[in-house]
C-alpha cells in the first residue's frame, strides 16, 4: 500500500525539490513514513502537491541517491531499509553555502568548473 504524505510546498519557501527533499527525509526520521513503506508515484505526488512530473523526479533521484529511497523498477519507489547517517551541522551548513555560491555563480553566467576555478584563485585568510 502506498503512504500518503503530508507535505505542504510553499511559494517563499525555497526550491520546490529542496522543500520536496527536507519534508520526505522530515517524515523518515519522525516515524512519519517507515522503511520499506511505497511512496507514490511521481505524476501522482506531482498532481497532489501542484508540481511538474520532472520536480518530483528529481527530489525522488537526490533522495535515492542519499540513500533515503530506493527504486524497485515495477514495484515502485521505497523507504530505504537502511536509512543513511545524517551529516554533522558543520557538513550541512557547507553544503547549504556551496549550493547558494554554485547558484549564485550560474546566476551571473559562470558554470560549475568556472567556479571552483575562481575558489582556487582566491587566497585563503
Do not use: C, K
Not at 504524505?5 to 510553499?10: D, E, N, V, W, Y
Not at 519522525?30 to 520532472?54: F, H, M, S, T, W
Amino acid at each position: 500500500m502506498t503512504v500518503r504524505l503530508r507535505l505542504q510546498i510553499r511559494d517563499a519557501g525555497g526550491p520546490p525539490y529542496r522543500q520536496l527533499i527536507n519534508g520526505v527525509q522530515r517524515q523518515i526520521e519522525r516515524g512519519v513514513i517507515l522503511p520499506g513503506d511505497r511512496l507514490p508515484p511521481v505524476r501522482v505526488l506531482a498532481e497532489e502537491l501542484g508540481l511538474a512530473p520532472n520536480t518530483v523526479a528529481r527530489a525522488y533521484r537526490s533522495l535515492e541517491d542519499d540513500g533515503w529511497i530506493e527504486g524497485r523498477g515495477r514495484a515502485g519507489t521505497f523507504v530505504a531499509d537502511r536509512l543513511p547517517e545524517r551529516p554533522s551541522a558543520a557538513d550541512a551548513a557547507l553544503a547549504e553555502a556551496a549550493d547558494a555560491y554554485l547558484r549564485r555563480a550560474a546566476q551571473l553566467g559562470v558554470d560549475r568548473e568556472g567556479a571552483i576555478r575562481a575558489l582556487r584563485r582566491h587566497p585563503t585568510r
